[in-house]
């Protein structure tokens, strides 16, 4: 087993794309043409989530955890489309890629923007059993997908609820996903930063949880693993 990148990541919205593809031929302005879909979107589905399509990568937080199940290192990689080049640097490396439900978000979105800056990542799109494979977790170990039997069953209330009831703080700082799009509008990076960094802990919580489960943590390993986590956790 090769080191691994527990990521999570935050995303803004491309307003322009919005006004390109809903509103096409229309007279809108990518601000006018968010805030038309959005209310669309509420009224649908009483959420305002947007497509994966619109969404951009913010913020990419990440934690190098080692084959010991160390935390070595903690923090975001650079903003923008320098920090998509960096992910995919590593995952071309070799690192496993560790995520909460990130088959159905973090992934695909920075799949999307790979595809945009014209990335090579050749071993992770064309082995067959490889990260894309949902049955597998050599490349890419969704802990969500597994603690849901690979979606046979369904759990509310996602990251927070499953930290919570393992006994981690959950969810820290001053922001929340909904409001992630409102916060970087008005310059609030570090919070959002610190809210994201702040989840990439939780799932390095849940996954040292998971690995003990499956026996591949002894009990003194797993208790020093999720004590460094909560110690984390505490003092941001």
Known sequence: ???????????????????????????????????????????????????????????IGYAHVNTKYEIKK?????????????????????????????RCFDLPVLELAALRLGLQMPDYYNQKFGARYR??????????????????????????AVSQMIGLPGKTGSVRGHEVQAA???????????YCIGDVLLTCGIYFHIENMRGRLNREEYEHRIQDVKERIHVR
């Open 74 to 102: 903690v923090g975001t990689l650079p903003e923008g489309n320098e920090g998509v080049i960096k992910f995919w640097e590593a995952v071309n490396k070799g690192y496993r890629v560790v995520s909460w439900n990130g």
């Open 184 to 194: 970087y509008e008005a310059g609030r990076m570090d919070e959002i930063a610190h």
């Open 135 to 160: 049955f597998s977790e050599d490349g890419h170990y969704d802990l969500y997908d597994f603690i849901t039997n690979s979606g046979a069953v369904y759990y509310r209330g996602g990251l927070q």
């Open 1 to 59: 087993m090769s080191d691994s990148i527990v990521v999570d990541i935050e995303t803004k919205i491309n307003k322009a794309l919005i006004a390109f593809v809903i509103f096409e031929g229309q007279n809108i302005s990518p601000e006018d043409a968010y805030t038309q879909y959005q209310q669309q979107l509420i009224e649908k589905s009483g959420s305002d989530f947007m497509p994966i399509i619109f969404h951009e990568p913010l913020i």
